[in-house]
T-cell receptor
Framework: AQSVTQLDSHVSVSEGTPVLLRCNYS??????LFWYVQHPNKGLQLLLK??????LVKGINGFEAEFKKSETSFHLTKPSAHMSDAAEYFCVVSDRGKGSSNTGKLIFGQGTTLQVKP | KAGVTQTPRYLIKTRGQQVTLSCSPISGHRSVSWYQQTPGQGLQFLFE???????NKGNFPGRFSGRQFSNSRSEMNVSTLELGDSALYLC???????????FGEGSRLTVL
């Protein structure tokens, strides 16, 4: 069975300082991992994805994440936070169907609320 | 290219009623998935349809059902509504159902 655990439910940073949102995963297969962001009253937007290519994945808006198999982690980082980054962030693993193929079923972490202080 | 469109965006129902939510995927996408988002349970998978066939189903009671039409548009239905069904229902589409999903803004259901 696959799962993700987001280690912090709430992270607060000052504008211009680095962001670190932590995620650990559990997977029987080589996982496909994602970070999604949700702004208030909006749907989810894909930030970045890991699908067994480069372990350092770059996404939109300056975010990146590093896949570390030895630590079963996929932490999200950004060098300098902006006020517009305040949102909820979800670490996600794709469930695998028969034959280890990806499906439309995503397994979400509980989310991390990022607060950015001026 | 238009994104995923969900209607209605907001609706209020009373216990015992039923509701139908609609989702139009991105043009060319054949997979549509539905998720329920609540403060207590977070985001939970309801079901996935691919080429009009249900390919995956989450752990929800039979009151929750869905279907997909030949143009890939999808509907989900919840019958005999309960207070606990109050949630944001999100629809997502993808070209192959291959993990990367594109989400709509959701339908917010309030059950009184």
């Amino acid at each position: 069975a696959q799962s993700v655990t987001q280690l912090d439910s709430h992270v607060s940073v000052s504008e211009g300082t680095p962001v670190l949102l932590r995620c650990n995963y559990s997977s029987s297969y080589s996982p496909s991992l994602f970070w999604y962001v949700q702004h208030p009253n909006k749907g989810l937007q894909l930030l970045l994805k890991y699908t067994s290519a480069a372990t350092l994945v770059k996404g939109i808006n300056g975010f990146e994440a590093e896949f570390k198999k030895s630590e079963t982690s996929f932490h999200l980082t950004k060098p300098s936070a902006h006020m517009s980054d305040a949102a909820e962030y979800f670490c996600v693993v794709s469930d695998r169907g028969k034959g280890s193929s990806n499906t439309g079923k995503l397994i979400f972490g509980q989310g991390t609320t990022l607060q950015v202080k001026p | 290219k238009a994104g995923v469109t969900q209607t209605p965006r907001y609706l209020i129902k009373t216990r015992g009623q039923q509701v139908t939510l609609s989702c139009s995927p991105i043009s060319g996408h054949r997979s549509v998935s539905w998720y329920q988002q609540t403060p207590g349970q977070g985001l939970q998978f309801l079901f996935e349809y691919f080429s009009e066939t249900q390919r995956n189903k989450g752990n929800f009671p039979g009151r929750f059902s869905g279907r997909q039409f030949s143009n890939s548009r999808s509907e989900m239905n919840v019958s005999t509504l309960e207070l606990g069904d109050s949630a944001l229902y999100l629809c997502a589409s993808s070209s192959q159902g291959a993990g990367e999903l594109f989400f709509g803004e959701g339908s917010r259901l309030t059950v009184l």
